[in-house]
């Protein structure tokens, strides 16, 4: 399957700096990535839909403004939490759609922790 | 509102016998059903998916089954081995938007 890599894998910062999480594509060109978001022992939820060229597509609910999502190349997504606080900590995961079964390809998950 | 549910949380099996990992769902608008293997601090990996026409896939060990009626799928895993012990997530997708929805995920353990 395709790959997708995160970095950084883990970040730990302090409240009301900004972090930016990047999500590559490594073998094929992907206009469209997803970022999601998973809080211990719940589930995945999608937060934005990231499209090249052009402005991504939030979920409701999610501030737009608080996680700027830049989709600058067929290749590269980033998601920048801006003013981070504690409640911002979770595990942030990126995909690109879609293969042949339909599924989505994962990125390894980036760890944020916010002091 | 979570439209995708998984009641279990944790599932316990022994190395060789079949593990059982269930899902339910709501929305009838679902037309495309996945299932998901998660390692700590990992993204998830693609296993199986079934479409909405299908109520059966097999795939080597992995077998999903699809009950439109009851909006259920389940995920067989025959035989269980040790390597299987990770959380399973289920997924549904509509037709002509790729984002998933994902259930809480339930957490397979196979004892050796």
């Known amino acids: 399957g395709a790959v997708v890599s995160q970095h950084p894998s883990w970040v730990i910062c302090k409240s009301g700096t900004s972090v930016k999480i990047e999500c590559r594509s490594l073998?094929?060109?992907?206009?469209?990535m997803f970022w999601y978001r998973q809080f211990p022992k719940q589930s995945l939820m999608l937060m934005a839909t990231?499209?090249?060229?052009?402005?991504?597509?939030?979920e409701q609910g999610v501030e737009k403004d608080k996680f700027l999502i830049n989709h600058a190349s067929l290749t590269l997504s980033t998601l920048t939490v801006t003013s981070a606080h504690p409640e911002d900590s979770s595990f942030y995961i990126c995909?690109?759609?879609?293969?042949?079964?339909?599924?989505?390809?994962f990125g390894p998950g980036t760890r944020l922790t916010v002091l | 509102d979570q439209q995708v549910k998984q009641n279990s949380p944790s599932l316990s099996v022994q190395e060789g016998r079949i593990s059982i990992l269930n899902c339910d769902y709501t929305?009838?608008?679902?037309?495309?059903f996945l299932w998901y293997k998660k390692y700590p601090a990992e993204g998830p990996t693609f296993l199986i998916s079934?479409?909405?026409?299908?109520d059966k896939n097999e795939d080597g060990r992995f077998t999903v089954f699809l009950n439109k009626s009851a909006k259920h799928l389940s995920l067989h895993i025959v035989p269980s081995q040790p390597g299987d012990s990770a959380v399973y997530f289920c997924?549904?997708?509509?037709?002509?938007?790729?984002?998933?929805?994902f259930g809480t995920g339930t957490r397979l353990t196979v004892i050796p």
């Open positions: 929305n009838s608008m679902f037309d495309y």
């Open positions: 997924a549904a997708s509509s037709a002509g938007a790729n984002n998933l929805f």
């Open positions: 995909s690109a759609p879609p293969g042949p079964h339909n599924e989505q390809f």
């Open positions: 079934i479409s909405s026409i299908k």
């Open positions: 990231s499209n090249e060229g052009s402005k991504a597509t939030y």
């Open positions: 073998d094929f060109q992907a206009t469209t």
